[in-house]
């Protein structure tokens, strides 16, 4: 079985600019989530979508949103990127809810 | 309340030894407790998880205690190996996965 995908592996963006990733889930998953991980603040909980529906969020500013398409696939975008958004996005997939999660290998993001 | 505190932030080991890793919570309502692996520059992997209405996991060399009335789990490695190293984290979920700060393990040879 394939894992979880995430597409691109490494951004380069500028201050103000936004940006959108990517992520495939493991198949007949249908719950994907997305965190942020840094060194200074670890790895933190962006949101949860299942079945198209954001079902949970963590204590992010408006400007980090996301999507989820009916085939399971989700995007995840950041609008007037800040330097502070430098990170690795990490997104997780699971069969049903937040249990037995599984990462894919990140979204290396630069802002520059 | 949401937090998960881990300890230590590094650890050094010889081959052959036991890797300890101590975390703790305060939220009761937590009722899944995952252990993660993270290399350099992958995503983290799923090493073990456990339910609170256990006390032990054992999978292969690896371990999870749990002891609901301190509200603490530990990860425990057995015959450590240099492949071992790496960040560990632990991790505690009601409707979303909070993660301790990670440790990172180092298993000299």
């Known amino acids: 079985k394939a894992g979880v995908t995430q597409t691109p592996r490494y951004l380069i963006k500028t201050r103000g600019q936004q940006v959108t990733l990517s992520c495939s889930p493991i198949s007949g998953h249908r719950s994907v989530s997305w965190y942020q991980q840094t060194p200074g603040q670890g790895l933190q909980f962006l949101f949860e979508?299942?079945?198209?529906?954001?079902?949970n969020k963590g204590n992010f500013p408006g400007r980090f949103s996301g999507r989820q398409f009916s085939n399971s696939r989700s995007e995840m975008n950041v609008s007037t990127l800040e330097l502070g958004d430098s990170a690795l996005y990490l997104c997780?997939?699971?069969?049903?809810?937040?249990?037995?999660?599984?990462f894919g290998p990140g979204t290396r993001l630069t802002v520059t | 309340q949401q937090q998960v505190k881990q300890s230590p932030q590094s650890l050094i080991v010889q081959k052959g030894g036991i890797s300890i890793i101590n975390c703790a919570y305060e939220?009761?309502?937590?009722?899944?407790f995952p252990w993660y692996q993270q290399f350099p520059g992958k995503g983290p992997a799923l090493l073990i998880a456990?339910?609170?209405?256990?006390s032990e996991k054992k999978e292969g060399r690896f371990t999870i205690s749990f002891n609901k009335s301190a509200k603490q789990f530990s990860l425990h490695i057995m015959d450590s190996q240099p492949g071992d190293s790496a960040t560990y984290f632990c991790a505690a979920s009601t409707e979303k996965l909070v993660f301790g700060k990670g440790t990172k393990l180092t298993v000299n040879p």
């Open positions: 979508y299942f079945s198209e529906t954001q079902r």
């Open positions: 456990i339910r609170p209405d256990v």
């Open positions: 939220n009761t309502a937590f009722d899944y």
């Open positions: 997780a997939s699971s069969l049903d809810g937040l249990y037995e999660q599984y």
